[in-house]
């Protein structure tokens, strides 16, 4: 099934699962790299009363610990993990509701490499990504593409991705071109253009904090969720930038600097809306203050260099890359 063809299947979907494996991407891949996460991606099977289904994915990350979604686990009182004809009942489980996180522990030992985590803060923009899940509760497949932007939130960054995915594959992993798990495979927007979102796999350092229970129905909303009022502020901009309503755009990341005014993501979104509604001096004006708040943030200054870059703004990108150059270590050199 070609990518045209796939964008006119999910458009209407509430959750993805990744698409076929190109050939040119078993090529382009170490398989060493793809048999590994091939072993370490498991499906889930939830059961819940009533008869209540859901099949989702889940990514290996312990000895007997594999991380997922917690919209695919809710409902549940029995989970089982499976592999082909192996099952692996789920008998504790670690929650957090509102970022959509769950660590499930199995009855024992896994037969399944645990994969390492790198934290989104050590991702840059355009990096290739890999996404691999269960595509329906059927098979897993992989997906490829790179990391279209960062969102920060709760002290990591949400990521948005190229590498689709279907339902079935809520709690897959997205990994990096190493095989390191950088997200769990969650969420899509598809307003004028569908969007994928991953949530960062290093919320799971605080996740396995929490008190573990055995599976039961659990209450509460995912933030992604949840009424656009309560939404994050880059999830209230997906529809407008997509429909490219630059009023909209400036009304929204107006009312997000005054809500988080250190926010240099807010403040390059008013930049970008300015300059669309050909107010330069208010962009210029706007871009100064996301440079100030992004001065200590690789990815913020990635960001407005991009920007920058794409906009034809040699002066806010010489100074984007030249923060970048001060926070960046210089080969060879000396600590």
Not at 11 to 17: K, N, Y
Not at 215 to 238: T, Y
Request: neutral net charge; aromatic residues 6%.
């Amino acid at each position: 099934m070609n990518t045209r063809r796939l964008a006119h299947l999910v458009a209407g979907l509430f959750l993805m699962c990744a698409g076929s494996l190109p050939a040119s991407f078993a090529t382009a891949a170490d398989p060493e790299v793809l048999a590994r996460l091939s072993r370490a991606v498991l499906k889930v099977s939830a059961l819940g009363d009533g008869d209540r289904f859901a099949v989702g994915s889940a990514v290996v990350v312990g000895p007997d610990i594999a991380l997922t979604n917690c919209h695919v686990t809710r409902h549940a009182h029995t989970i089982v993990l499976s592999r082909g004809l192996e099952r692996h009942p789920v008998v504790g489980e670690r929650a957090d509701i509102s970022r959509d996180l769950c660590l499930l522990r199995t009855a024992g030992p896994l037969p399944y490499p645990a994969l390492d985590i790198r934290p989104a803060r050590a991702l840059n923009l355009g990096e290739p990504v890999i996404a691999h899940g269960y595509s329906g509760g059927m098979e897993a497949h992989f997906a490829r593409g790179v990391v279209l932007d960062l969102h920060a939130a709760g002290g990591s960054y949400i990521i948005q991705t190229s590498a689709g995915f279907l339902q079935g594959a809520s709690g897959g992993g997205l990994f990096d071109a190493s095989g390191r798990l950088i997200g769990i495979t969650t969420f899509l927007t598809s307003a004028e253009r569908t969007e994928y979102f991953a949530m960062p796999a290093d919320w799971a350092d605080r996740l396995r904090e929490r008190p573990e229970k055995p599976p039961q129905a659990m209450n509460g909303s995912a933030l992604w969720e949840q009424l656009p009022a309560h939404q994050p502020h880059f999830m209230r901009l997906l529809q407008p930038i997509a429909a490219q309503d630059w009023a909209a755009v400036a009304a929204l990341s107006a009312e997000w600097t005054r809500d988080e005014p250190h926010a240099a993501a807010a403040w390059l979104m008013r930049a970008r809306a300015a300059r669309m509604l050909k107010q330069p001096e208010q962009a210029s004006l706007y871009l100064e203050r996301a440079l100030e708040q992004a001065r200590d943030s690789e990815i913020e200054l990635q960001r407005i260099e991009r920007h920058a870059r794409l906009a034809g703004l040699s002066d806010v990108q010489a100074a984007a890359n030249s923060a970048l150059a001060r926070l960046r270590p210089v080969p060879g050199a000396r600590p």
